[in-house]
């Protein structure tokens, strides 16, 4: 069994898989401990954007043969990124999962997390590059600590993402998510254009609150990230 972990900036996930199967996955905030217990694990990988060697040290303790993602190890992918050392290996190993489930077309990479990430892939399975930009509660974060008056708005709380807002939470709302949905619609259109012949994957813990909002079509794949990781993993054992 291959165990992959994505440690991120704010939580960590991880999935067992036998060959490339996914078997489970375990809830973010499961420690590492409850993932290794009573499990035969003999290969592990991590992608690491944050920081915590508490698991390197356990997967050790355990002997399982451990791999890092790094630009350096042998990819399925060709990186054409300027700067691959800068590269987060979790924009690889979604690229990555991205390109192999369509494997015949250019994708494009959304990962709604902590910041929006767009990754572009072409159908020669070349890494282009993409985009970085702040996440939805990012933006509300930064609109409430950058600001004297305006309160942290929690989006889960409303229904409805009306253009023109009522009151200064629901404006707030509306110039976030509105905003970034005409910034992800926008961006899938000039892809689309420039490249054709266009797949969109999204992903990440927002995918499925903006999937829904966008009239594009967009391929949801929650554990992209970890599919992609054991790819990497069972192309270099």
């Not at 900036?9 to 375990?26: A, P, R």
């Not at 700067?83 to 709604?112: Q, Y």
């Not at 966008?214 to 270099?236: C, D, H, S, T």
């Given at each position: ?33 409850e993932v290794l217990a009573n499990k035969k ?197």
């Open positions: 069994m291959n165990l992959a972990i994505d440690i991120g900036n704010t939580q960590i996930k991880s999935g067992l898989f036998d060959k490339e199967e996914l078997k489970e996955v375990f809830a973010p905030g499961t420690s590492i401990e694990i003999k290969y592990a990988i991590i992608s690491k954007t944050g920081v915590n060697d508490e698991v390197e040290y356990w997967l050790k303790e355990k002997k399982i043969k451990t791999v890092v993602l790094s630009h350096q190890l042998k990819l399925p992918l060709e990186i054409l990124y300027k700067t691959p050392e800068t590269l987060g290996a979790d924009r690889i190993a979604g690229s990555v999962a991205a390109s192999a489930l369509f494997a015949d077309k250019n994708v494009l990479k959304i990962d709604f997390g902590t910041c929006i990430t767009y990754d572009f892939v072409n159908n020669r399975h070349q890494y282009l590059g993409g985009a970085i930009s702040p996440g939805m509660i990012m933006r509300f974060k930064a609109l409430h600590n950058y600001t004297a008056k305006l309160p942290l708005v929690d989006p889960m709380q409303y229904l409805n993402y009306e253009l023109t807002g009522s009151d200064t939470a629901t404006s707030m709302l509306s110039g976030v998510v509105n905003g970034m949905k005409e910034e992800v619609g926008g961006i899938i259109k000039e892809y689309n254009q420039r490249f054709g012949n266009l797949q969109v994957v999204g992903t990440g813990g927002d995918a499925g609150f903006f999937v829904t909002l966008l009239k594009n079509e967009i391929f949801a794949r929650p554990y992209l990230v970890l599919e992609g990781l054991n790819r990497i993993l069972n192309f270099n054992i």
